[in-house]
T-cell receptor
Framework: AQSVTQLGSHVSVSEGALVLLRCNYS??????LFWYVQYPNQGLQLLLK??????LVKGINGFEAEFKKSETSFHLTKPSAHMSDAAEYFC??????????????FGTGTKLQVIP | ETGVTQTPRHLVMGMTNKKSLKCEQH?????MYWYKQSAKKPLELMFV???????ENNSVPSRFSPECPNSSHLFLHLHTLQPEDSALYLC?????????????FGSGTRLTVV
């Protein structure tokens, strides 16, 4: 089975502190991996994606993620949290269904709280 | 402006009503999707359309009926819903079916069934 697991449904950090949101995946094929952000009363917005090539991927708003095949991880980081980063973050992986058709499956999300 | 517009933003309907959700994308994408987002549950993929053909239907009850008249528009027709159908319904689009380049989401329709 191909899936993604986000560790921690809620994470709190102080403003200016490091943000680390964890994601582990399982995939029988080379994965495409994504991070999305959802602000209150909004849809999801693509933060960054890994397909092939460089394993450190930079996204919008100062976020980045590193693909580590040996650890089957794709953790999201930001060196210094800002109040505007408070949102819910979703990790996602491209999977194939039984018909060989590809689609993206999402993790359960991690709510980030930023404390002033 | 995300490029994917959903209307209405909020909808309250009775269990015997018929209503429709609308989604429009201005990105020239070839695939469109309906997702259901409920509290404390992962996003649930409901339907996938590629070049106006339905390519996936994830065992969604027949009280939900999708329609894709062209590659820019997607509808979700609702009838005789249940209270457990209350959720945020998200529309998304992607350049090609499968979303391997990433999705663009609309802001969603918050549906409440009373």
């Amino acid at each position: 089975a191909q899936s993604v697991t986000q560790l921690g449904s809620h994470v709190s950090v102080s403003e200016g502190a490091l943000v680390l949101l964890r994601c582990n995946y399982s995939s029988s094929v080379p994965p495409y991996l994504f991070w999305y952000v959802q602000y209150p009363n909004q849809g999801l917005q693509l933060l960054l994606k890994y397909t092939t090539g460089a394993t450190l991927v930079k996204g919008i708003n100062g976020f980045e993620a590193e693909f580590k095949k040996s650890e089957t991880s794709f953790h999201l980081t930001k060196p210094s949290a800002h109040m505007s980063d408070a949102a819910e973050y979703f990790c996602a992986v491209r999977v194939y269904n039984s018909g060989g058709y590809q689609k993206v499956t999402f993790g359960t999300g991690t709510k980030l709280q930023v404390i002033p | 402006e995300t490029g994917v517009t959903q209307t209405p933003r909020h909808l309250v309907m009775g269990m015997t009503n018929k209503k429709s959700l609308k989604c429009e994308q201005h990105l020239g994408h070839n695939a469109m999707y309906w997702y259901k987002q409920s509290a404390k549950k992962p996003l649930e993929l409901m339907f996938v359309y590629s070049l106006e053909e339905r390519v996936e239907n994830n065992s969604v009850p027949s009280r939900f009926s999708p329609e894709c008249p062209n590659s820019s528009h997607l509808f979700l027709h609702l009838h005789t819903l249940q209270p457990e159908d209350s959720a945020l319904y998200l529309c998304a689009s992607s350049q090609v079916a499968g979303g391997s380049a990433g999705y663009t989401f609309g802001s969603g329709t918050r549906l409440t069934v009373v």
